[in-house]
């Protein structure tokens, strides 16, 4: 039977979001306490309000305090760094700790918060990670804990009918932050070259971040001013249908720990022009859902557009087997059903 659970996690976190919500459907209570963002439908939530990265210390003892009076069965922790920090001092239930890409491959180099997310690691009972590369990354970390690792990907929900492939001319879509490790300046200067072969290509460039004017600028220099529009930042309950306007997704970026667009994209039998990074690869099928190349090679990643641009069919083939794949392995439910089994598990000391 479903029990208590404390989730320790960032409120507005779309993964916290999903994990809150589909546990609690699965009939488990839930009280969240978190750092900063707003309350979530299916939990109690404890919301501090987030000042600094000191606010981790400064809310430790009255964070544990809140999780120990809710009597939990578990004590879930989204990230090893910072919710890490309570988790290591839960003693009076077990902890299972979800660690989701930077807070394990991309360590800071000070000695504290390296030592925080080790021992958060260490003391923990169970851990979970989205992908094979992401456990890898843990056991670099703390070889110790490789027995105690579960690969529970961040599944998705597919939609019941998907849109055709729309009329020309070819349209792709980014839907990321503005930011370095996503590479968008890349794909601008990709785009730049393939409009030489192929001047109707359009480009929906969809977030914003610390790159946009930059980014703004670029357009701007290489004349693609026709070419690629930014509809800012675009709601989670969008993302669906904006795909299904587009032919390709495009996902250059530097680093990826899992990959979940990849798959939101193929639910919507869209293929992916992705980098060969992080745990991409585990969920794009080169050659068979989608395209893999380099990070950072501007010349492969025009390369690999004009291939797939050229070739509607082989999009909408590639889409379809991409709806297959998610289907058979990463729909929303396998996860919830998957992480329900390891919280009765952890629970039970099955």
Request: charged share 25%.
């Amino acid at each position: 039977m479903p029990g208590r659970v404390v989730i320790f996690g960032w409120a507005d976190s779309i993964h916290v979001k999903k994990w809150v919500q589909g546990t609690s459907e699965r009939g488990w209570q839930i009280r969240l306490i978190s750092l900063g963002g707003e309350p979530v439908p299916g939990a109690e939530c404890i919301i501090f309000p987030r000042r600094g990265r000191w606010s981790y210390f400064l809310r430790a003892a009255e964070a544990v305090r809140l999780a120990r009076d809710f009597q939990p069965d578990l004590v879930h922790v989204h990230y090893a760094g910072g919710f890490g920090l309570w988790g290591a001092r839960c003693d009076f239930a077990p902890v299972l700790i979800s660690v989701w890409g930077s807070d394990v491959v991309n360590l800071p180099h000070d000695l504290i918060h390296r030592f925080i997310i080790r021992r958060a690691l260490r003391k923990s009972a169970r851990i979970s990670a989205t992908s094979d590369y992401l456990r890898q990354a843990c056991v670099r970390l703390c070889p110790e804990v490789s027995e105690k690792i579960d690969v529970i990907p961040f599944g998705v929900e597919i939609p019941a009918h998907v849109a055709p492939m729309p009329a020309p001319p070819v349209r792709l879509c980014f839907i990321k932050i503005h930011r370095p490790v996503y590479a968008p300046d890349v794909l601008l200067h990709a785009l730049a070259a393939v409009r030489v072969k192929m001047p109707d290509i359009r480009l929906t460039m969809a977030g914003a971040g610390e790159m946009t004017p930059l980014l703004r600028r670029t357009v701007s220099k290489l004349g693609l001013e026709r070419n690629v529009e930014f509809p800012g930042l675009i709601p989670h309950e969008r993302i669906y249908s904006l795909l299904q306007e587009h032919h390709i997704m495009v996902m250059p970026s530097r680093e990826e720990a899992f990959g979940v667009a990849v798959l939101e994209a193929a639910a919507c039998g869209r293929p992916t022009i992705a980098s060969r990074v992080g745990g991409v690869p585990e969920v794009l099928q080169d050659g068979k859902t989608g395209l893999l190349v380099p990070p950072g090679d501007e010349a492969a990643l025009a390369e690999a557009i004009l291939y797939l641009a050229r070739d509607i069919e082989t999009c909408r083939r590639m889409g379809e087997a991409g709806r297959t794949l998610v289907q058979e392995k990463y729909l929303w439910e396998h996860s919830l059903d998957r992480m329900n089994q390891l919280y009765e598990s952890m629970i039970h000391g099955n």
